[in-house]
């Protein structure tokens, strides 16, 4: 082989595996563009039918589309600026409680001796339109609404689901869970007297189907001023309303809007007050979620969430104290104290400092320090433990146990979020794949936070 051979092959060989770095740089290129979904039949259906009643298709900046990292959204078809009017939703396509009394379902609501909440109204009126099919008049919008939801209480009917989430959560999960079929026992006389006035409803009112309207209007709806409606239980607010099309905008931390309802234009109005480029994605901001609220409420977890956090049972922190003691008791015993942990831990209660033990990734929050101290204190301390916080007076071997206590917290917290990791890539959920994955990132996003923690607390560590 001569020198014009081999200089030929190695040219041709790294022309070739350039093209392939080119198609693959390409295909990753494509594949995070944003895929518009506004020729679909669905949309095409919901835009026609939004437009016959009112809604300015031409004025509206924003079209369906599918997003690598967040799925379906809104993009915009043209730069937008702050204070620019992104959409607006006539009153008449806006779904109340109230607006349901209207409908062939007011008279039996407002004939009931057990006033419904207006969840339950909602969740009723639901699924009573979507038995209807085509021949609803909210069938296009009922049509796009999701099929089924990735949050821990949609369709959970085995413990491992549960089971995979970090402590505080799984107990919110399991309690929203059986708030939700309370709700749904506790409306059975509702739902009763709809089937026996329309017998066509009868198979329609399941607790599967409850459920999934529920988070419709948990996941989907926007806050109105309540009506104050007599029908309704006066203990639940009617704060809420249905939106077609504005409810596929998705919440980004970062996005700031202003929303509300204009009675001067009979719409509910969102301006950006951001700036967008033409095919960006716009978002909205739900509120400051952090990722177990956002799992829970809607079902989706977002990477590096500003609002995140670990939270910790008074549990978990104490025995994180009672770890670092050399006796295992912290403090003398005496006439009026029996067991000091069960005082601190009461004293603790009392101020509501055992709420909010958390860290984030400006550090532990102000509760946690103060549990902290606390439980750290000898019983001289404590018994003015307000003055002792306020005028930092706390002793030198009080001030050595609280880093090394908050250092096992964190470090506990961190070997209970590897094995876990370990165990979701091991299988210990054979389905809903997607639900795996938020709780994978919530387990991950929650080890940086408690590694960047311990960072803080031992920079040289």
Not at 304 to 326: M, R, T, W, Y
Not at 331 to 353: G, I, M, Q, Y
Not at 376 to 381: G, K, S, T
Request: proline share 6%; hydrophobic share 35%; glycine share 4%.
């Amino acid at each position: 082989m001569n020198i014009h051979e081999s200089t030929y092959d190695v040219t041709f060989c790294t022309m070739i595996e350039s093209r392939r770095q080119c198609r693959r740089r390409k295909n990753i290129k494509l594949f995070n563009k944003p895929i518009p979904v506004d020729h679909d039949e669905q949309y095409i259906t919901l835009m026609k039918w939004m437009k016959e009643h009112g809604f300015n298709c031409k004025g509206c900046c924003l079209k369906p589309a599918v997003f690598s990292d967040t799925g379906r959204g809104l993009m915009t078809k043209k730069n937008l600026r702050p204070g620019d009017s992104i959409v607006e939703i006539p009153r008449h396509l806006l779904v109340t409680a109230k607006d349901i009394l209207n409908t062939e379902l007011g008279p039996i609501i407002k004939r009931q001796r057990q006033k419904p909440t207006p969840y339950q109204v909602v969740c009723a009126f639901l699924l009573t339109e979507r038995s209807k099919g085509k021949s609803s008049f909210w069938y296009p919008y009922i049509n796009v609404l999701p099929k089924d939801f990735t949050t821990p209480a949609f369709g959970s009917t085995k413990q491992a689901d549960f089971d995979v989430l970090p402590t505080i959560a799984r107990s919110r999960a399991i309690n929203q869970l059986q708030d939700i079929r309370a709700a749904f026992e506790s409306a059975s006389c509702l739902f009763e007297d709809i089937e026996r006035t329309f017998p066509q409803y009868r198979i329609f009112f399941s607790l599967d189907s409850f459920v999934w309207a529920w988070f419709v209007i948990n996941s989907r709806s926007v806050y109105i001023e309540p009506s104050g409606c007599e029908a309704f239980d006066p203990k639940a607010s009617d704060d809420f309303a249905l939106a077609p099309f504005l409810d596929l905008l998705n919440h980004s931390p970062g996005a700031e809007v202003t929303a509300g309802f204009d009675p001067v234009s009979n719409c509910y109005r969102i301006k950006t007050l951001d700036s967008y480029h033409a095919y960006d994605q716009v978002f909205i901001h739900y509120g400051p979620h952090d990722n177990v609220n956002l799992l829970l409420e809607y079902g989706f977890v977002i990477p590096s969430n500003p609002h995140d956090a670990v939270s910790f049972e008074l549990g978990a922190v104490v025995d994180a104290v009672k770890s670092q003691h050399d006796s295992p008791l912290p403090c003398r015993r005496t006439r009026e104290v029996n067991d000091p942990w069960e005082f601190k831990a009461h004293t603790l209660k009392s101020a509501n400092l055992d709420l909010d033990l958390s860290c984030s990734m400006s550090g532990p929050s102000w509760n946690l320090q103060t549990a902290l101290r606390i439980l750290c204190m000898e019983y001289n301390e404590i018994v003015t433990w307000k003055r002792v916080i306020a005028e930092n007076n706390i002793s030198p071997a009080t001030k050595k146990l609280i880093p090394l206590a908050l250092h096992k917290l964190t470090t506990d917290g961190q070997e209970q979020a590897l094995s876990m990791l370990q165990k979701l890539d091991d299988g210990v959920c054979e389905e809903n794949t997607d639900y795996v994955e938020n709780v994978r990132m919530l387990w991950k996003e929650r080890l940086d936070i408690l590694r960047a923690t311990q960072v803080e607390l031992d920079p040289n560590g």
